[in-house]
């Protein structure tokens, strides 16, 4: 079965620009995370979806952050305007049914500069 | 928030070694999940563990959930190379309405 697709696979921008990231989940899967995670951390939660709907965003920065998944399936996340702190991997997993184990794509790493 | 501490935060081994790691949590966890990430990749899950108590092999790894349910410890018996990463602990509260919680991470080097 493939797995989670995510692009772009590394992204260099400038503080204040905009960025978006894609993921196709694994066919099926009904729950999708957006996890981000900085270098030497462990990754951290920021919104997790239950088919089209948003069952947590409480950890996601909403003034800069927001995250889309219109038709259940793929998933875009988008910062605008980025911030030097936002630079780290942006992994996005996904679950059969949130019950099930999350398995993680390779992840877009961002650079700020 | 929940946070989990996973120790030790690096290890350097020989091959052939066997390897032991742990996590600690304040809070209870009805599931707990060992991941290994190696550079440009993204985590793979190792092994999954749903009740208390529950030890699970696989392959040369083995994990347990603890009885109290706020730790777990994974194994790696008689290493390789390939071994080599860094290895997550990371806890779900459970309900499939909570990401999960990861710990910071163990990197295991493995010396020639």
């Known amino acids: 079965e493939a797995g989670v697709a995510q692009s772009p696979r590394y992204k260099i921008i400038e503080k204040r620009q905009s960025v978006a990231f894609w993921c196709n989940p694994i066919s099926g899967h009904a729950t999708l995370y957006w996890y981000q995670q900085i270098l030497g951390q462990g990754p951290k939660l920021l919104i997790q979806f239950q088919n089209n709907g948003v069952v947590d965003d409480s950890q996601l920065p909403k003034d800069r952050f927001s995250a889309e998944r219109l038709k259940g399936v793929d998933s875009t996340l988008k910062i605008q305007p980025a911030k030097l702190e936002d630079s780290a991997v942006y992994l996005c997993?996904?679950?059969?049914?949130?019950?099930?184990?999350?398995?993680f794509g390779d992840g877009t790493r961002l650079s700020i500069l | 928030g929940q946070q989990l501490n996973q120790s030790p935060q690096s290890m350097f081994i020989q091959e052939g070694e066997d390897v032991s790691m742990n996590c600690t949590s304040s809070s209870i966890f009805n599931t707990w999940l060992w991941y290994k990430q190696e550079p440009g990749e993204g985590p793979v899950l190792l092994i999954a563990?749903?009740?208390?108590?529950e030890l699970t092999s696989n392959g040369r790894l083995t994990a347990q959930f603890g009885i109290t349910r706020k730790d777990s410890f994974l194994n790696i018996s008689a290493s390789i190379p390939s071994d080599v990463g860094i290895y997550f602990c990371?806890?779900?509260?459970?309900?499939?309405?909570?990401?999960?919680?990861f710990g910071k991470g163990t990197h295991l080097i493995i010396q020639p």
């Open positions: 990371a806890g779900d509260s459970g309900g499939g309405a909570d990401g999960l919680t």
């Open positions: 997993a996904s679950s059969l049914d949130g019950r099930q184990p999350q398995h």
């Open positions: 563990l749903y009740k208390a108590g």
